[in-house]
């Protein structure tokens, strides 16, 4: 094979020119990942934040229809909102159980509990909620990777952890959207209910296997105040 002259020349120009923007690239993804380990912890307080004043903000809705649902007895049992039927999810049957009483209830300005479930607890409350808490979980992690750089099974742990967080996300606003289109004027379908207590049942677990974000439900849990009630005396015998 004969080689034009300069040809060599030639593949060494080329080869400091793929160099180079090779350089180039990785200088720019150091400065990315820099740029991660400042925002990140900011992302994930902000996000946290926003949580909490959505679920806080939602509490009072939830009070309400759970204590329109106390003491409800179903064909299988106390009939609860969707979201605390677990582990085992529920069925058409409880859907429309809950659908009627919540139906029922006058709440103020709104005709029923039903469109105070519907909105604003499931849109937006809800979502908005979900949302937050995923980016403040898969953040914290995120954050946890590039800051300690975890080796071997702490490096997976991380990593697991961060996508748990990402599934929960994507579950609990799948499930609102669900839970929503089965609670408005639509039919309660029997294939979209199993779709809809599938995905309540992924959301705790994800939830759960995130630990951040499952400890931030925890405690906000444990700290929001809750609506009281008058308790409605029976009348005495005459």
């Not at 005709?111 to 809800?126: E, G, R």
């Not at 975890?150 to 839970?179: Q, R």
């Not at 296997?209 to 400890?215: P, T």
Request: a positive charge; proline letters at 5%.
């Amino acid at each position: 094979m004969t080689l034009r002259p300069g040809s060599n020349n030639l593949r060494v120009l080329r080869g400091d020119r793929a160099s180079r923007r090779w350089d180039g690239v990785f200088r720019m993804l150091t400065c990315l990942v820099d740029a991660l380990r400042y925002s990140l912890p900011a992302i994930s307080f902000v996000a946290l934040v926003i949580g909490g004043i959505a679920y806080v903000t939602n509490q009072p809705y939830r009070d309400e229809i759970d204590h329109a649902l106390k003491g409800l007895k179903g064909l299988k049992g106390d009939v609860k909102v969707p979201e605390r039927m677990l582990p085992w999810g529920y069925d058409a049957g409880q859907l429309r159980e809950v659908k009627e009483k919540l139906r029922s209830e006058p709440a103020g300005d709104r005709q029923t509990l039903l469109d105070v479930y519907v909105s604003p607890v499931l849109y937006w409350n809800d979502i908005v909620f979900a949302v937050a808490i995923a980016v403040f979980s898969a953040s914290l992690w995120l954050w946890a990777l590039l800051q300690f750089e975890p080796a071997g099974l702490v490096k997976w742990l991380v990593i697991f952890f961060a996508a748990c967080s990402v599934v929960y996300g994507i579950a609990d606003v799948a499930e609102d959207v669900m839970l929503a289109r089965l609670f408005g004027p639509y039919p309660v379908a029997d294939r979209e209910v199993r779709l809809a207590s599938a995905l309540t049942q992924a959301k705790m677990g994800s939830m759960a296997f995130s630990v951040a974000g499952g400890l931030a439900f925890s405690v906000l849990s444990l700290l929001t105040p809750h609506k009281t009630f008058e308790r409605v005396n029976s009348p005495a015998p005459s």
